[in-house]
């Protein structure tokens, strides 16, 4: 079975730092990967999410991963923080294919940034 | 995006008692919905996939006969925790698949917290 760890359980930032949250997953075939971020108070929603092609793909509000298949990795990355980037991160993974549907999820990383 | 909604959003029961959880979309229908089960700083563990019409498939570990999930039409699917214990206090999330959108892309409620006392 498919499994995705997440390196950092909490991280804090300054307003204005570059984020880099780290995702490896363990899977020998071919996956779909996914961002979701959970704000206070609301939901999971999704973030970005690669299928396939370009490896390096772009969410909402400045966030972009990039999967690199040769490390098992799909680190989330935004250049600069701001105060409304406080949230727990999720990085999950399902198999590719028709069907598909059941997510594997990391345990989450708790993104506190500081104004 | 798709929206997904669950009911309550905060429960607290006595032990023995059963408790019920909705999750219903609101503006699309799916034929699939998946319940999970967060502890705190844990990961979403998932617990089961609801399929519209047929019974629920239970990942290894979860009681079928202790979390009963229904899922009578297309935009509901419910968790009922029976004879609910303090081990059951947790975090429950729903999500639900859109159609119309591509394999693992998942539209989440809000989750339950059950506290059972």
């Known amino acids: 079975a498919q499994s995705v760890s997440q390196h950092n359980h909490h991280v804090i930032l300054s307003e204005a730092a570059s984020l880099e949250l780290g995702c490896n997953y363990s899977?020998?075939?071919?996956?779909?990967l996914f961002w979701y971020v959970q704000y206070p108070g609301q939901h999971l929603q999704l973030l970005l999410k690669y299928f396939s092609g370009d490896p390096l793909v772009k969410g909402i509000k400045g966030f972009e991963a990039e999967f690199i298949k040769s490390k098992f990795s799909f680190n989330l990355r935004k250049p600069s923080v701001q105060w409304s980037d406080t949230a727990e991160y999720f990085c999950a993974v399902t198999l590719s294919g028709a069907g598909s549907y059941q997510l594997t999820f990391g345990k989450g990383t708790k993104l506190s940034v500081i104004p | 995006g798709a929206v997904v909604s669950q009911h309550p959003s905060w429960v607290i029961c006595k032990s023995g008692t059963s408790v019920k959880i909705e999750c219903r979309s609101l503006?699309?229908?799916?034929?699939?919905m998946f319940w999970y089960r967060q502890f705190p700083k844990q990961s979403l563990m998932l617990m089961a996939t609801s399929n519209e019409g047929s019974k629920a498939t239970y990942e290894q570990g979860v009681e079928k006969d202790k979390f009963l999930i229904n899922h009578a039409s297309l935009t509901l699917s419910t968790l009922t925790v029976t004879s609910a214990h303090p081990e059951d206090s947790s975090f429950y999330i729903c999500?639900?698949?859109?159609?119309?959108?591509?394999?693992?892309?998942?539209?989440f409620g809000e989750g339950s917290r059950l506290t059972v006392l």
């Open positions: 899977y020998g075939g071919t996956v779909n």
């Open positions: 999500s639900a698949r859109d159609p119309t959108t591509r394999a693992g892309e998942l539209f």
């Open positions: 503006d699309f229908q799916a034929t699939t």
